[in-house]
């Protein structure tokens, strides 16, 4: 089946740098990602949809330019943390539509990437 | 206003025994799909069951079942013959409109911890 690979599963940085996380689809073509935060013990809050070839669209509240999506192919799309800050540590989630334009199409979820910022 | 709400924040089940997670969502759409996913402390989304709101009938995944009462905006889950291996966080979903790229909106979630 449809898979999302999502890399790094966690990453430990200094507060100041930059992370990169990636998510690349198998086996499918994902023309849309979307890209989802969690705190712990809370739920999944969308922070932008990526579409392949055009600029993210970013949900009300969500800095575009601390939280930059690129989805430059049709099987990757980046979230780069820019100058991240200890409140920016959670865990971060990609998501896509397996492609086959259904309505009743699950999202394929990446494995998750648990930010730590120091 | 919330467009998923789930009520019950944590529960505890008997092993082998049924138990029913809450689901209510809000929407003006007439076209809408429900979705259930499992989220065990690793983290990963796993998905169990999918109703469309043209469905007619309830949508049944195994041990999974979806009681959709669509009058009363409601979506709730049901777990059979609970097992061990059944405790996670659970999160109720929607998506509007009949797009498959239109986000997914998630509700609070709830963790179910299964006894033995």
């Known amino acids: 089946g449809a898979v999302v690979s999502q890399h790094p599963s966690w990453v430990i940085c200094k507060s100041g740098t930059s992370v990169k996380i990636e998510c690349r689809s198998l086996?499918?073509?994902?023309?849309?990602m979307f890209w989802y935060r969690q705190f712990p013990k809370q739920s999944l809050m969308l922070m932008a949809t990526?579409?392949?070839?055009?600029?993210?669209?970013?949900e009300q509240g969500v800095e575009k330019d601390k939280f930059l999506i690129n989805h430059a192919s049709l099987t990757l799309s980046t979230l780069t943390v820019t100058s991240a800050h200890p409140e920016d540590s959670s865990f971060y989630i990609c998501?896509?539509?397996?492609?086959?334009?259904?309505?009743?199409?699950?999202?394929?979820f990446g494995s998750g990437t648990q930010l730590s910022v120091l | 206003a919330q467009k998923i709400t789930q009520t019950q924040p944590g529960m505890f089940v008997q092993e082998k025994e049924a138990v029913t997670l809450d689901c209510t969502y809000d929407t003006s759409d007439q076209s809408y799909g429900l979705f259930w996913y499992k989220q065990p402390s690793s983290g990963e989304m796993i998905f169990l069951i999918y109703q469309g709101s043209y469905d007619e009938q309830n949508a049944t995944e195994g041990r999974y079942s979806l009681n959709f009462q669509k009058a009363r905006k409601s979506a709730n889950l049901v777990i059979s013959a609970s097992q061990l291996g059944d405790s996670a966080m659970y999160f109720c979903a929607m998506r509007e409109g009949i797009a498959a790229g239109n986000k997914l909106t998630f509700g609070g979630g709830t963790r179910v911890l299964v006894k033995p």
């Open positions: 998501s896509a539509p397996g492609g086959r334009g259904v309505t009743n199409e699950k999202l394929f």
């Open positions: 086996d499918f073509q994902a023309t849309t």
């Open positions: 990526s579409n392949e070839g055009s600029k993210a669209t970013y």
